[in-house]
Nanobody, 122 residues
Framework: VQLQASGGGLVQAGGSLRLSCAAS????????MGWFRQAPGKEREFVAA????????YYADSVKGRFTISRDNAKNTVYLQMNSLKPEDTAVYYC????????????????WGQGTQVTVSS
């Protein structure tokens, strides 16, 4: 499966962005999907995950209550709605697909998109 992330940009603290990740290739609905992020000099970290059907979601504590992950299997797309953004949310955001229902660990994911930059100014 190929993944293409988009929607990043520059936003002021307190603002919102919606990231999209379009998938092509094998059956999208067979994959658990996740968003991760990586800031300069830091390791890639988990942000949010959603199960095959979208019935289950899981969030990192740092984004809980501010970010929402969703998916539209008819459009082969997963989204990350980011509200109340903070400067510490600045990172390259990656979408990923894994051959499991839902997961929060980098090694659980088999396919990765190219990343989209999110910059939050104070």
């Amino acid at each position: 499966v190929q993944l293409q992330a988009s929607g990043g940009g520059l936003v002021q603290a307190g603002g919102s962005l919606r990231l999209s990740c379009a998938a092509s290739g094998r059956t999208f609905s067979s994959y658990g999907m996740g968003w991760f992020r990586q800031a300069p000099g830091k390791e890639r970290e988990f942000v949010a995950a959603i199960s095959w059907t979208g019935s289950a979601t899981y969030y990192a504590d740092s984004v809980k209550g501010r970010f929402t992950i969703s998916r539209d299997n008819a459009k082969n797309t997963v989204y990350l709605q980011m509200n109340s953004l903070k400067p510490e949310d600045t990172a390259v955001y990656y979408c990923a697909a894994g051959e499991m229902d839902i997961g929060a660990v980098v090694n659980q994911y088999n396919y990765w998109g190219q990343g989209t930059q999110v910059t939050v100014s104070s």
